[in-house]
């Protein structure tokens, strides 16, 4: 999972779409050019077999036989056939999909993982907008027009994780979190308690430069974006599109809560530590929260299973970055989408979508595949520590986007894990310094 994350740092600023997660890679247009040609007769995998087939290529080899289990139902159900093609590993899939264009090899159904990528098809994916599904979520990807173009599969979140059983030790009702009084009372309790309850720290907040800048650059910078807002507002979002711009105020709101952070997290974690390390302490029960998104969920019950299972296997939970009193919302978005390429067989791919989208097709892709549903009216939870709060928090419709994909590119790396470190470390002594030099330093790189 670390790997995974690491590539997602490394395309964690506009249009990442967190690629290793989901499968997309973003590299030019659908056009041929000169260096594809050469790769157009290893690209060109056979197309389906049979007359009326679809085929699916996928971006998460881990799920390839729950999606060939979920093709075979629908082949039983429809009598049409879908060919699961699965990439992973260090698989460029969207220059193996150009591959297949100049091959006029292409899939029904392929992946996309960010804005970049979609770009590559432009004029040349289906409108979904009007399917059945499409109402029932609000994680479908939508064009510049507001079209939706992408087909979520799975659900994804941002949110300050926490320890449920650490908090009820400690007398601490995660609900009574709602703002940033609630939360440095929370923190100060549970830093009083710290020896009785086992605690290293209270959090497990890491600003390396490096190799983390993607977790506090983009993850972390995300809620300023987001944080509190509906999913279509777009507001700070727009700010920073428009020459860098960030709102002083609710900034310097966000960077008190940092600092906050930064004042209770291990210290031994807080500037050089690694994603391992930060994920271990909080399965291991040494960090009562941890600033990590829903995907360390599979690391907890896998590499760091042991630890975990020796913690009591302890159930898990979110709570909103309340930096401001009233945010209530976590941020979630599906990592990577399926979008259907218009050709001959349109009409059948939108048909296992919207299979897929259904009671039969959400048994498969939560209970087999594993995959967190954004789907509104599923009723099954997928077997992760995290599933049953995203499900939560869905259903309640209290979750905001990732407009943080459209950030510019290397923002993270270029300019914010850098500072976020300074101000760890007492370079930058303040909230209202770190807004001011975060406004000037964004605003400078913008200007580029």
């Known amino acids: 999972m670390k790997k995974k994350l690491l590539a997602v740092a490394l395309v964690a600023a506009m249009a990442m779409g967190l690629m290793a997660c989901g499968g997309g890679s973003s590299s030019g247009s659908s056009d041929a050019a000169a260096g594809d040609a050469a790769k157009t007769e290893e690209a060109a995998a056979p197309a389906a077999s049979g007359e009326g087939d679809i085929r699916l290529v996928n971006g998460k080899i881990e799920v390839d036989a729950a999606l060939k289990a979920a093709a075979e139902a629908y082949k039983a159900e429809t009598g049409v056939t879908v060919a699961i093609e699965s990439m992973g590993g260090g698989v460029n899939i969207q220059d193996t999909l150009k591959g297949y264009f100049q091959a006029d090899n292409m899939p029904d159904i392929f992946v996309c993982g960010s804005d970049a990528d979609f ?79 086992g605690l290293t720290a209270v959090i497990g907040w890491c600003c390396e430069a490096k190799d983390l800048y993607w977790s506090t650059g983009s993850h972390s910078f995300a809620n300023y974006i987001d944080a509190g807002l509906s999913r279509d507002d777009t507001t700070y979002s727009d700010m920073l599109a428009d020459g860098g711009k960030i709102d002083p105020t609710r900034f310097e709101h966000y960077a008190e809560m940092i600092a906050l952070f930064n004042q209770y997290s291990d210290p031994a974690l807080l500037t050089s530590g690694t994603y391992d390390q930060q994920i271990l302490g909080f399965a291991s029960g040494k960090y009562a929260f941890v600033t990590q998104g829903s995907w360390i969920g599979a690391t907890m019950t896998s590499d760091d299973k042991e630890q975990y299972e020796a913690a009591g296997s302890f159930k898990v939970g979110m709570i909103p970055y309340a930096f401001e009193e009233g945010i209530d919302t976590i941020l979630t978005n599906s990592p990577s989408w399926w979008a259907v390429f218009e050709n001959d067989n349109t009409q059948k791919a ?99």
């Open 350 to 448: 939108k048909d296992f979508l919207n299979w897929l989208a259904g009671d039969e097709g959400q048994k498969f892709l939560v209970e087999d595949a594993g995959f967190i549903s954004p789907f509104k009216s599923c009723k099954y939870v997928a077997n992760d520590p995290f599933a049953q709060t995203i499900t939560d928090f869905t259903a309640a419709g209290k979750t905001s986007s990732w407009h943080w994909l459209k950030n510019k590119a290397s923002l993270d790396q270029n300019v914010l894990g850098q500072l976020y470190l300074d101000y760890a470390l007492g370079n930058i002594p303040d909230a209202a310094t770190f807004t001011q030099v975060v406004s000037q330093q964004v605003a400078a790189y913008y200007a580029q």
């Open 119 to 197: 770009g590559n098809w432009t004029g040349k994916l289906a409108d979904l907008s009007a399917e059945p599904w499409a109402a029932d979520t609000d994680a479908g990807y939508k064009d510049a027009e507001g079209k939706i173009i992408g087909f979520p599969y799975t659900t994804e979140a941002i949110g300050l994780a926490y320890n449920a059983s650490i908090l009820e030790k400690a007398g601490i009702d995660p609900a009574s979190i709602t703002g940033p009084e609630s939360m440095k009372a929370a923190f100060e309790t549970l830093d009083a308690k710290k020896d009785e309850l």
